[in-house]
């Protein structure tokens, strides 16, 4: 009976196309030793434009703020205010909206 490893012979095939990759065989910069892996993944997120989706509702809720709400308006931004509120960090979390106190509102949203 043959022994058959297939996770070798992938990882066999696969050193092929190493060969290929920018940076291959050159030390790692020194920046990338002095973060940890949550911050270096941060980081490397960051520069390739990802946004959590507390940042995305953020942008959305001023962009309607600004917006001038109707009563019908406001009753659909509360909603995202309070997804807002429930994703982001605690010290983050904001009031909802009424017509009234709308342009209040907007302030504290600019960010």
Not at 17 to 43: A, C, I, N, T, W
Not at 48 to 54: A, K, S
Not at 82 to 110: D, F, I, S
Request: net charge neutral; aromatic share 8%.
């Amino acid at each position: 009976m043959d022994y058959r490893d297939p996770i070798g012979d992938m990882l066999k095939n696969s050193q092929n196309d190493d060969e290929e990759l920018k940076g291959k065989g050159k030390p790692l910069p020194k920046e990338y030793h002095s973060r940890d892996v949550f911050q270096q993944f941060q980081k490397v997120a960051r520069e390739q434009g990802f946004l959590p989706e507390w940042l995305k509702l953020q942008k959305d809720i001023y962009a309607r703020l600004c917006a001038g709400p109707d009563e019908a308006e406001v009753e659909e931004i509360n909603l995202l205010i309070r997804k807002y509120n429930r994703t982001c960090p605690p010290q983050l979390q904001k009031g909802l909206v009424t017509v009234e106190n709308a342009e209040r509102r907007r302030e504290k949203w600019e960010s």
